[in-house]
């Protein structure tokens, strides 16, 4: 039982950035229609930006975050506007084929940039972990769970309450009629890759403490962050949440009383599961977002 | 004898119902088009009936057995074909290419003779080659044969469509607005193709909204609105009926008195 | 006249053993390997138009199933002891296809963008197997020994019978996609991939056509997997990674998908640039980065890929 309960703490902790890395994605997939080859690359970024920024210059943990998801804000935008604006309305083999070409070069720069060797990011909290009755749980851990849930609200609300939000709302509707009704679909293209990147660089910059930092580290996050948008159903922020949570979980039982070896494969066995039984995803809103 | 029979067919839109209670029959051998105001459901009629949709209650019974839930290719293979609304063709190949397309069901090869390399394919070959070249003679399109289909004018790209459709030797031919964007003399011509189409022994039902067209070739007219029928007889008693005249609003009125039924 | 340069080209290049070195030869078996499983690829990806990036399954499944069946295994609930490496390749492209049945059942349900992930998934979960089902597969111990091939009293030791093996195996599959293409279901693929409603309006049939092309492409990867296998005489779980599905990507879109040529220069290009820029002293990383770039500039300025842009420059010039 108690066993059962690490575990969904740990669940806790890992679900939240995995659900940032989800949504982050369902938006740029959703609004735009693009599959994302990039997005792990831009947690890794998120993770190097951290090393870079607390171990090589100093600086403050908590700025370095902050940073680290603008950067990655940045460099979300800067794809999106030199790779993608050309190939508006191509299909999507064309612009998954320079997201590809893309995600190669970014990762084979990471790696010649900081080399192989994996690196770890020191954090501020302390090393003892809080212990509740039988369970414990790192306060590190506990400060990314808290961090993770203040941007994943903070992300709805853009989405439902502001009126980028709302434009964003409705080109994922019908692009065409957005456009006529004069929302700009150049800006909302480069917002929504904006705010996707900056959510997988603050995954990133998350747990890249917690665990280490490493070049391909950003493949398996993507994979799983593909995971979580098919599991929520494509465009639901509160479907791209709860499937983060439960890859976690499956993630977390599925390595305590299965095998861990297997606990990666996890996410992609869920995939595929529910692309063979329930195709559209476990709570897909279908034609909206938010 | 019936070749097909729709009964009681209605077709439902989360609440809205598109198609209510349909009921008609088309007897082989002759041209029955489908009239009717923008909405009325003619198209949707249509998908339905080509499997395309599925029907939320009623019947399809082609050559007496319910075509409804079947798959589209299946429904080809009975021998039923229909045509598409917007212009429907494979675009980055030759005119040539299409037709052979079109020729799919006439082919006999298993994937295993194909892989194998056996001399009864590249006879099917030649036999499906001099089919396509005769089919695209048919419509007056051998001359443009290697050309793209995506690169044809408007009109040469949808004789294409009918011809594709052809190609896959149709008991019934549905044919959805197929003279919709050709000009008058285009749309004459297509008449023409329409009547040497009658006789080979195909039968048609047409939606169309050229009425000059529709009481031009028509044996019978069927007209719908808001998804149900409102009449049904020949073009001259069609043209007469104050409920068709009324459910166009009076526009098209002026231009359906002013074409020649066909006796 | 187009046979003759066909056959004289074949012939030019059965000649390569009798004067290159050891070297270029090893690269050649190798690029004739990834040809055969960009070939097979190019079927899928080209001309049924289905976005597969799994394909590195189906190649490390051949590979994995012809090595183990050449080389025996013993799980807990069942005991094979070795076959003839012949036997152990023919094991490997059933494996590979029957792989590709499920795949394409699959693939019908599942479309478009969706359709990607499930393929990446399914290699990747396959990895993972390979990785963890020790007792199988050696894990990433590896299945090392692996028998080479047997024709007769001709054992396949030498680089320059697996030359010519290697050389035979991408002509049958040239050929076969070829016969494919030219034909009733090879028409189909492209139908399907043009215009689907229309397709099935003229009596295509989706799945079918589908798990033609994923069965015959899967089988032929399998095939390239169990010459790899049978060649390089070691298998790791790394035969899983998603980069080779990714080279064998940018062989088939460098070349020029749905264009029979378009993977032989894509693959001849891919695997004769690693060594030219190793010669140049130049990183892998950066080699990738070069592959990156060029995927880019392909997709903006030669999307048909280089095969249709020079017919084009051709017919212009004829």
Redesign the interface.
């Given at each position: 039982m108690d066993q059962l309960l690490q575990h969904f703490l740990n669940a806790l902790m890992l679900g939240g950035t995995y659900a940032l890395l989800g949504i982050g994605l369902t938006l740029i997939?959703g609004i735009m229609?693009v599959?994302n080859f990039t997005h792990g690359e831009l947690y890794a970024f998120g993770a190097y930006m951290m090393y870079a920024l607390v171990m090589l210059s100093g600086a403050n943990f908590f700025v370095a975050l902050a940073l680290a998801v603008v950067l990655g804000a940045l460099l979300g935008a800067a794809l999106e506007f030199v790779?993608l604006r050309?190939?508006r309305g191509a299909d999507?083999?064309?612009t998954?084929?320079?997201m590809?070409?893309?995600?190669?070069?970014?990762?084979?720069?990471e790696?010649?940039a900081w080399t192989g060797v994996a690196k770890s990011i020191d954090n501020p909290f302390p090393a003892a972990p809080l212990v509740i009755g039988a369970v414990s749980v790192g306060w590190n851990r506990l400060f990314v769970f808290a961090v993770a849930l203040v941007l994943i609200g903070m992300t709805y609300l853009v989405i439902q309450k502001t009126k980028l939000g709302k434009a964003m709302r409705a080109t994922f509707q019908d692009r065409d009629t957005a456009a006529l009704m004069g929302i700009q679909i150049g800006h909302i293209h480069t917002v929504t890759f904006a705010l996707g990147s900056a959510l997988a660089a603050a995954a990133g910059a998350l747990l890249g403490p917690v665990f280490v930092a490493y070049p391909s580290m950003g493949?398996l996050a993507a994979?799983k962050a593909?995971?979580i948008v098919?599991l929520g159903g494509l465009g639901s922020i509160p479907g791209a949440t709860i499937g983060g949570f439960i890859l976690a979980l499956a993630e977390e039982l599925g390595a305590g009383y299965v095998?861990s070896?297997?606990r990666?494969?996890m996410?992609?066995?869920l995939?595929?599961a529910i692309?063979?039984f329930k195709?559209t995803g476990l709570f897909a809103q279908k034609e909206r977002i938010g | 004898m019936d070749l097909l029979t729709v009964r009681g067919l209605s077709v439902r839109f989360g609440g809205l119902l598109a198609i209510e209670s349909l009921s008609l029959e088309v007897r082989e051998g002759e041209v029955l088009s489908l009239i009717g105001p923008n909405g009325a459901g003619k198209t949707t009629a249509f998908n339905a009936i080509s499997g395309y949709l599925r029907p939320s209650g009623g019947e399809v019974l082609f050559k007496d057995s319910n075509i409804v839930g079947r798959s589209t290719n299946d429904i080809a293979a009975l021998g039923l074909v229909r045509t598409f609304q917007k212009t429907s063709v494979f675009p980055s190949r030759s005119a040539l290419e299409n037709i052979l397309i079109g020729l799919h069901l006439r082919s006999k090869q298993s994937a295993l003779a194909i892989l194998l390399g056996l001399p009864s394919v590249a006879r099917d070959e030649r036999m499906l080659l001099a089919e396509a070249e005769r089919i695209l003679s048919f419509i007056n399109l051998q001359n443009k044969k290697d050309e793209l289909a995506g690169a044809l004018p408007y009109g040469e790209q949808r004789l294409l469509e009918v011809a594709i459709a052809l190609a896959a030797k149709p008991k019934l031919l549905l044919l959805d607005e197929p003279v919709s964007g050709m000009n008058p003399s285009e749309t004459a011509s297509f008449m023409a193709k329409l009547a040497e189409i009658r006789a080979l022994g195909i039968t048609i039902l047409l939606v169309e909204h050229d009425m000059k067209m529709v009481m031009g070739v028509s044996d019978r007219v069927v007209c719908l609105s808001q998804g149900r029928i409102i009449a049904s007889g020949t073009p001259a008693d069609i043209q007469r009926n104050p409920d068709v005249i009324r459910a166009y609003l009076g526009e098209r009125h002026k231009r359906a008195e002013g074409a020649r039924p066909r006796a | 006249m187009k046979s003759l340069v066909t056959v004289l080209g074949v012939a030019a290049l059965a000649s390569v053993p009798l004067w290159a070195d050891a070297y270029l030869l090893h690269v050649l078996v190798v690029t004739g390997i990834f040809m055969v499983a960009a070939i097979s690829l190019n079927l899928l990806l080209g001309y049924a138009g289905q976005l597969s990036l799994g394909h590195v399954a189906f190649f490390g499944i051949g590979a994995y199933a012809s090595a183990l069946v050449s080389l025996g295994f013993d799980i807990s609930f069942f005991t094979l002891k070795p076959k003839p490496v012949w036997m152990a390749m023919l094991a490997g492209i059933a494996a590979a296809g029957l792989c590709g049945w499920f795949i394409g059942r699959l693939s019908f349900k599942v479309r478009g963008a969706y359709f990607v992930i499930v393929s990446i998934s399914f290699a990747e979960v396959v990895r993972l197997v390979a990785v963890n089902w020790v007792e199988l597969t050696q894990g990433p111990m590896a299945l090392n020994n692996i028998p080479p091939l047997t024709l007769g009293s001709l054992t396949l030791w030498k680089k320059p019978e697996n030359y010519w093996l290697v050389l035979a195996v991408a002509v049958v599959s040239f050929i076969l996609v070829k016969r494919l293409v030219g034909s009733k279901a090879g028409r189909a693929m492209i139908a399907l991939r043009e215009n689907e409603p229309l397709a099935a309006s003229v009596g295509v049939d989706v799945t079918r056509t589908l798990v033609l092309a994923t069965i015959v492409s899967a089988a032929m990867a399998g095939a390239a997997g169990a010459l790899y296998a049978h060649y390089v005489r070691i298998v790791d779980p790394d035969v899983f990674l998603f980069i080779y599905t990714v080279t064998m990507v940018i062989m088939v879109v460098t070349g020029g998908k749905g264009t029979l040529a378009g993977p032989v220069v894509g693959g001849l290009i891919f695997g004769l640039l690693p060594e030219g820029l190793r010669a140049l002293a130049i990183k892998p990383e950066t080699q990738w980065i070069v592959y990156g770039v060029l995927m880019v500039l392909v997709v903006y300025f030669l999307p048909a890929g280089i095969v249709p842009a020079l017919k084009r420059r051709v017919r212009w010039i004829s």
């Open positions: 997939f229609r599959v790779l050309r190939l999507i083999d064309t998954m084929l320079v590809i070409g893309a995600w190669i070069a970014l990762q084979n720069a790696q010649l493949d994979a593909f995971a098919i095998s070896g297997y990666d494969a996410g992609f066995l995939i595929i692309l063979v195709p | - | -």
